[in-house]
């Protein structure tokens, strides 16, 4: 391996000898040191997605209310399910042997694959043929926290890296002003599963996702402190960075010059960041397509800061939205969500595309489980239910137009297809250019991976 | 690559190892590569192309593509030319990644120098395994003989030469005393050398003037703060629950302990009996007890939706990944779904270890600190005091007592248990768990408000009343009965139900009586629920007055709430005919706040309902250990019984009622006091452990014995299975790995890199030890300590070792091809130079600046942090943080408040770890995200601007005089001319812009009221400001938050 220190010397010497500007430390910074942790690398082979866009539904979405039309569930609507069903079944709050609850909307087949939508996603039936539509999805947890970590880390414990951090430490980050893994969080509350849902686990802490927010810093300490302006700020980093190279030449240790990278790219998100978080100067057409508003934040604002960010070649961003746990109020609270998601979801899938940005970005939709085709209360709302649930994706890698799996009559068991979520990473990884039994870690003495020792890749789910 | 290599000349590899100076061991160098990079193919389960390598006679014989292995001859040894890619055929290993260049060399030169395999490592490996090295008891290697003995001041010195000497490699001359004491102060105490420290240090000509300074340090009460944090990230500390609602825990008192511990030099194998079995020590204090709370530090799950088994059992599995990670140093949690892929643990051994811990109560206790332990005994001894005296003065109260005792002992009615179940619907998400005694224990979520719905079926003809007996259980806080922080509960309303179908028929109740009546008082803030209405608790009467603003309330006050409690209802009219009729009993619990994702709830914990036919049955008044007693054959009374009776008798005698209002008076002074999360071993019969298929706590098999694996020491014999005799295997002499894996980590913080890299594991994957020889004499120093008067298992003993070693002392500046060489300085041929901690980054700000508070210990404080964080969207739920203004607010690091969910912005991004799992190793990055933070953080520039009016207050009259000052504040050294100028040219540039715009200066050097001070004398705002942005730079200095 090279020795960083060769590096960081031969550009101080050269480009710094006098007088340490910032054009100089830029760079620098665009040559890091060879060990560079973040710098852009290949995967196991040419992958067709660069980026991803996972947009977390958090608390988990209604299936048979969405995208999982079953005729025989509203048939049979207020009768008790079949014993053999539930023979072994746990659930989270109701005595299993409820009422089956019909689907509460109306469902309509769309597009060139016909496939099946419900009126609460008018906007994202409409592109259906852009999307691959999984019904078959399957996980072990049945709890938001352990599903939320079951869904981002493989994993239904605590500790484990997270899907970002996985495919930064996988790919590096292709920009050098923005962090690699972006998060955002709109809804009701935050993510069961707190900052571990991004987190780095047991990878190098600098992998793990970094929050933005629609209000105020976008990311914490991004503005100058009372008192510092641009100036103060400039002079201030500038003999940070003098005295940081002077001991750099007297001691010897690459670590100094990491540092010096560091402090020039904090400066320049300074001025990138509130940039990127500026949606005022899209186009009026562009923000009312997404149905947003410059200044309010929203699941809208954050869908179209998430193609901002891709634009801006950041890997990985997640957008939570935390608030289909629908165990009553379902009819008005998940209208209200899809109100609140549907149009942007679209909107951010067809711009991608016409920017043509969505071959090489990959869009995930989805929650961390479904619901229960039996009642919940009175006849509307319904149980964590983990035996099927629906996803979507659409770009990099993905086969546009297809609907994988089938779930049985009243959407309990996936029938047909099944796709856990381990098989889900795998697929996923492997658009990516990750053969997922490759892409490893070493800690504890075993090589962990994201799909631990399962996982199949999903063929049918990949153009 | 293959042409790289080929292309290498042979010298390349020979100077990077040079074969002369010391010959390859086959057991140390050669098979850890062989066991890592070959057995999977070429081993005891797989023998492709007929090779196997893990076996001496096998390997030797070679495979179907002809010799494996030419002693002396690694030109013609198919191993050397197909791991070095030298030939036609495919390289090895296959699939895998291609071995170092040095691992290459290391096979050629064995193989070159003829091959040597010794006899004991011949066998194949399934004997081998058990042979690892690391599962040896530690012996006492032979010190070094050293090749120059000028450098060595303690056998580290001669391990460490010894290998340098092997490499070819010289150590570093030492560092200069300035860097030195700093180095050594943030290793010690984790706070850096005041200016008079290091001057005093300078000054001190003396011999020892080094071992002075190590013992003051050793000394400081600070040393326990630094070392508790390395151990905190090991036992997963954090003060919130985890998982979504993530509510505050109160465990602060464990962190003291672990303060304390280390400060007191508590012996490290005393360290972690009590921690694994404290609460079983004989005559157990509460600090043992307290100790125990390490295994508490797991994450409690009280999602709506859960299975309070499902998470208990993720509690245990994570207990035992803390103890493997941190005590043992092996990766004992493999083995919770399937035996051990490559060290000999057995899927039966890791329950058998489980089974040690699975007897234990889910504890949380009240806690007194040292002073309110001191208030209590008092109170105590005046209460007993009283009570003397009155027993003095009424020489007959034995007599009339017993009178009492006959006629109370006669007086209750018999009641009838009912079987009870909760519906499902009316839980409001908090589960019922019958407990076996016909009592309920509330689990899992607690909503704040809500009504549950009991169903039972009546065994009694007739029913004149329903007793609801409120009771403890060692798993609600302080044992309960109730769910509140505080262990209470309050009955909003009681209501009864008989008879089934759409309209059963309400039951009216005349009267209602409990051992208990409070006076009415209004809610405690802690049970706020956003209404204007006047919510209250008060007398029993109060849970059927229909009225949902009042409840029946038992909070006796500090020291009598956590007892058990009864009420009864009396029926206006008895139900008849009632045998096997459905009865419906409501208990509303409407008294908790308005955030159920907080510990704002207020409802009982653990019930048992009953009936009678009796006519006016009441309530008993007697307290439930007092009617135990009374129950017992009474010639078997212990004192202690005899006085406990007499507490409650007393209370009835009317002539005593003034002794009585004094005692009443003592008991209102009990502190309060707080909690902590214990262990606490169960009472009847044990806990039946099962092997788990898969980790499935749904999948149980085979019932397991608590044991150990047969490849570690073994137990004592005639030992019981408990917790204490987990803790003395563990620290037995003969535990091959708990002394290595505590020296180690120990050894890591120091040098960035323990002997052996892989902390938490030493087991077969784990990588090969940089000095075995050194590592294994420091267990056995730190366990059989040489040096007289020491004791054993000492850390400061450990401490003292390391600091004073030469190795320890060097400069840790490096050239590059030192560092070529060694990029890691495994080999220490120079000292180590780390960013230091999180929390360090922190306490060395506050301690320059001025602002840091010395305080140890004491509850959480909450620093400066932006309020949305913990807040919906970004926080699960509200959480409480109430930013600190006085002394609380720069506190070290150690204290602030941990929630697992959301950390500490400022801690997180210096790589603080959170708590949700055992931590050994942390991460240390290098992040824009941290220069930010650093940059623009709120207390950082707090920091930046107490140090400016320090600096201008106390730093001298001129601007030099004033940097120096500034300067050495930061990281001990002077200056250097250039980066005077440089500093003081900045400072001229920023006097002028502040000088020219006041409000700027304001703005820069005061932005907040508390700091709107009257100017230093001689300054203006504008130099105020300007050095603001000076000491800003200086914080800001790599050299600053870094040991050098």
């Known amino acids: 391996m090279m020795n960083p220190l060769h590096t960081s010397r031969r550009w101080f010497l050269e480009q710094c000898g006098v007088g340490l500007g910032a054009a100089a430390l830029a760079d620098l910074a665009g040559a890091a040191p060879a060990a560079d942790p973040m710098a852009v690398k290949k995967g196991h082979f040419e992958g067709k997605a660069k980026s991803v866009i996972f947009l977390f539904m958090a608390g988990a979405p209604s299936h048979l209310e969405m995208w999982d039309y079953k005729p025989k569930l509203e048939k049979f609507s207020g009768t008790l399910p079949p014993p053999e069903l539930l023979k072994g079944y746990r659930a989270a709050f109701i005595n299993p042997n409820s009422r089956l609850l019909g689907p509460k909307f109306k469902f309509k087949q769309y597009g060139q694959s016909g496939a099946w939508a419900s009126e609460l996603v008018p906007h994202t039936s409409a592109i259906v043929d852009d999307l691959t539509i999984v019904k078959s999805c399957v996980t072990d947890a049945f709890n938001h926290a352990p599903g939320q970590l079951m869904m981002n880390t493989g994993a239904q414990i605590f500790g484990r890296p997270s899907f970002g951090a996985w495919v930064t430490y996988g790919l590096g980050s292709e920009s050098r002003d923005l962090p690699a893994f972006v998060v955002f969080s709109s809804g009701k509350k935050g993510p069961s599963g707190g900052n571990s849902c991004w987190g780095s686990g047991f990878l190098p802490t600098l992998y793990q996702g970094v929050q933005f927010r629609g209000t105020g810093d976008p990311v914490l300490y991004l503005s100058n402190p009372p008192g510092v302006d641009n100036q103060t700020q400039r002079e201030s980093l500038d003999a940070i960075q003098k005295l940081n190279t002077m001991r750099l030449n007297t001691v010897g240790d690459p670590e100094i010059s990491t540092r010096i990278s560091s402090f020039e790219m904090a400066f320049r998100m300074q001025s990138s960041v509130p940039e990127l978080m500026d949606l005022s100067k899209e186009p009026q057409s562009v923000l009312d397509s997404y149905g947003a508003v410059p200044g309010k934040p929203s699941f809208a604002n954050n869908c179209l800061l998430a193609r901002r960010l891709v634009e801006r070649g950041v890997r990985f961003v997640q957008l939570y939205h935390e608030a289909w746990d629908q165990h009553g109020n379902l009819v008005k609270d998940i209208t209200a969500n899809c109100k609140d998601t549907d149009q942007a979801c679209a909107a951010l899938v067809k711009d991608l595309k016409q920017r043509g940005l969505l071959d090489s970005t990959l869009v995930v939709w989805g929650g961390e489980f479904g619901r229960t085709p039996m009642v919940q209360g009175g006849d509307d709302g319904r149980d964590h239910h983990p035996n099927a649930f629906t996803m979507w994706m659409a770009g990099g890698g993905m086969k546009p137009g297809v609907v994988l799996g089938e779930t049985d009559d009243l959407g309990f068991n996936v029938s047909k297809e099944k796709v856990h979520v381990h098989d889900l990473h795998a697929t996923l990884l492997h658009a990516l250019g990750f053969d997922h039994t490759k892409l490893t870690f070493r800690f504890q003495g075993r090589d962990f991976r994201l799909t631990d020792v399962h996982g199949n890749v999903v063929k049918q789910m990949l153009a | 690559m293959k042409l790289l290599l080929l292309a290498l000349p042979a010298a390349t590899l020979a100077v990077a190892f040079p074969a002369a100076a010391a010959p390859v061991d086959f057991v140390r160098d050669v098979q850890p590569i062989l066991q890592k990079s070959c057995y999977g193919c070429h081993g005891e389960k797989s023998q492709m192309a007929s090779l196997r390598l893990d076996a001496r006679a096998a390997a030797l014989r070679g495979g179907l593509s002809g010799k494996t292995i030419v002693p002396g001859k690694s030109a013609e040894s198919s191993l050397y030319l197909r791991v070095a890619g030298v030939g036609e055929q495919a390289r090895m290993p296959m699939g895998m990644k291609t071995l170092r260049l040095e691992q290459i060399a290391v096979i050629k030169q064995w193989i070159d120098e003829g091959a040597v395999w010794p006899d004991r490592a011949a066998g194949a490996a399934s004997a081998e395994v058990k042979k690892h090295w690391a599962f040896q008891p530690p012996q006492r290697a032979g010190v070094p003989k050293a090749s120059q003995p000028a450098w060595v001041r303690n056998p580290i010195d001669a391990f460490v030469l010894a290998r340098l000497d092997k490499e070819a490699m010289k150590p570093s001359s030492a560092a200069d005393k300035t860097t030195l004491l700093r180095r050594l102060s943030l290793d010690l105490i984790g706070l850096p050398p005041t200016p008079a420290d290091v001057a005093a240090f300078l000054a001190d000509k003396s011999p020892t003037a080094y071992e002075k300074q190590v013992d003051r340090l050793l000394r400081s009460p600070h040393y326990g703060e630094r070392w508790a944090r390395h151990w905190l990230d090991a036992a997963r500390y954090a003060d919130s629950d985890g998982f979504e609602k993530d509510k505050q825990r ?22 972690i009996t009590e921690q694994l079995a404290g609460d079983l020590l004989p005559n157990a204090t509460q600090d043992q007890m307290v100790a125990t709370g390490f295994l508490r530090n797991s994450m409690i799950n009280e999602e709506g939706g859960i299975d309070p088994e499902q998470f208990r059992m993720e509690s245990m599995f994570d207990r035992m990944d803390a103890i493997g990670k941190s005590m043992l140093g092996l990766t004992i949690n493999c083995a919770q779904c399937h035996t051990h892929k490559y060290d000999p643990i057995l899927h039966e051994d890791y329950y058998k270890l489980f089974a040690f811990l699975n007897n234990a109560n889910e504890a949380n206790a009240a806690v007194y600190t040292p002073d309110e332990q001191r208030q209590r005994a008092g109170i105590f001894r ?190 206006t009219k008895p139900v008849e005919n009632a045998a096997d009729s459905s009865l419906t009993i409501y208990l509303q619990q409407n008294h908790g706040g308005w955030n159920s994702d907080d510990n704002m709830n207020h409802n009982l914990g653990r019930f048992r309902l009953s009936v009678t036919s009796a006519e006016n049955a009441e309530a008993d008044p007697l307290p439930a250990n007092v009617r135990a007693i009374l129950a017992a054959d009474a010639a078997r009374r212990t004192p202690a019984q005899q006085q406990a009776v007499f507490s409650y008798w007393r209370t009835t005698v009317p002539e005593w009622s003034k002794e009585n209002a004094r005692i009443e008076e003592l008991w209102r002074q009990h502190p309060a006091g707080s909690s902590q999360l214990i262990l606490s071993e169960r009472q009847g019969e044990m806990r039946t452990t099962r092997l788990l298929t898969r980790g499935d706590f749904l999948k149980p098999a085979n019932p397991v014995k608590p044991g150990v694996p047969a490849f570690l020491n073994q137990l004592p014999p005639d030992a019981g299975a408990t917790r204490l005799t987990l803790a003395r295997w563990m620290t037995d002499r003969q535990a091959p790995t708990t002394a290595r894996a505590f020296v180690n980590r120990v050894w890591q913080s120091y040098f960035g890199t323990g002997i052996v890299a892989t902390s938490e594991d030493f087991g077969r994957q784990s990588e090969a030890p940089s000095h075995q020889d050194l590592l294994d004499w420091l267990a056995v120093e730190l366990m059989e300590p040489s040096a007289k008067g020491v004791t054993p298992w000492s850390a400061k003993h450990l401490h003292r070792l390391i600091v004073t070693s030469n190795t320890y002392r060097q400069s840790s500046a ?47 404080v909450y620093p400066p942090a932006p309020d949305f964080l913990f807040q919906p969207p970004t926080s699960y739920g509200p959480k409480q943080w109430h930013e600190e203004h006085g002394e609380d607010r720069y506190r070290r690091a150690l204290y602030t408040h941990r929630y697992r969910s959301v950390p500490y912005p400022m801690l997180q991004n210096f790589d603080t770890p959170n708590g949700d799992a055992s931590c ?110 000076v000491s800003r730079v200086l914080l800001n200095l790599d050299e600053a938050i870094t040991k050098e």
């Open chain 2, 250 to 271: 109160q465990v602060w008192f464990f962190r003291d302990w672990v303060i304390n511990a280390f400060n007191r030099d508590l012996p490290y194998n005393q360290f």
């Open chain 2, 382 to 571: 005046q209460i007993r005091e009283i009570e003397g005296e009155m027993q003095q003065q009424s020489p007959d109260w034995v007599e009339r007592m017993a009178r009492w005792e006959a006629q109370a002992k006669a007086n209750q009615p018999d009641w009838v248990p009912l079987e009870i179940a909760a519906e499902d619907i009316s839980t409001g998400g908090q589960k019922y768990l019958p407990m076996g005694d016909a009592s309920m224990l509330a689990q899992g979520y607690a909503p704040t408000k809500h009504r549950v719905k009991l169903l039972a079926k009546s065994k009694l003809p007739r029913i004149t009343a329903v007793r609801l007996e409120l009771i403890n259980d060692p798993n609600l806080p302080l044992g309960g009965p109730g769910r509140s922080v505080k262990g209470t509960g309050a009955l909003t309303e009681f209501a009864m139900e008989v008879g089934e179908g759409p309209k059963p028929e309400a039951v009216k109740f005349a009267r209602a009586t409990a051992d208990v009546n409070p006076a009415e008082r209004e809610l405690e803030p802690m049970f706020y629920d956003k209404s204007t209405r006047r919510r209250v608790t008060g007398p029993v009467d109060y849970a059927i007055d229909g009225n949902t603003d009042t409840a029946w309330g038992i909070d006796m006050g500090p020291g009598r709430t956590n007892v058990p409690r009864k009420a009864v209802f009396t029926l």
């Open chain 2, 814 to 860: 490096v050239t590059p091809e030192a560092l070529a060489k060694d990029p890691y300085n495994r080999m220490l041929a120079r000292g180590a130079r780390l960013r230091v901690e999180g929390e360090i980054v922190r306490d060395i700000t506050l301690a320059a600046s001025g602002l840091l508070s010395p305080r140890i210990g004491g509850p959480n």
């Open chain 2, 920 to 1029: 050994v190793r942390r991460t240390r990055s290098n992040t824009p995200l941290q220069a930010l933070t650093s940059l623009n953080e709120p207390l950082f520039m707090e920091a930046a601007r107490a140090l400016a009016r320090k600096t201008v207050t106390e730093g001298g009259t001129s601007e030099a005089a004033q940097l120096d000052f500034a300067f050495r504040r930061v990281v001990a050294r002077a200056p250097s001319a250039a980066e005077k100028s440089e500093l003081l040219a900045l400072l001229e540039k920023q006097t002028q812009r502040f000088g020219a715009s006041v409000d700027k200066a304001w703005e820069m050097a005061a932005p907040n009221s508390w700091e709107r001070l009257p100017l230093p004398p001689r300054a203006t705002i504008g130099q105020l400001a300007a050095w603001t942005t």
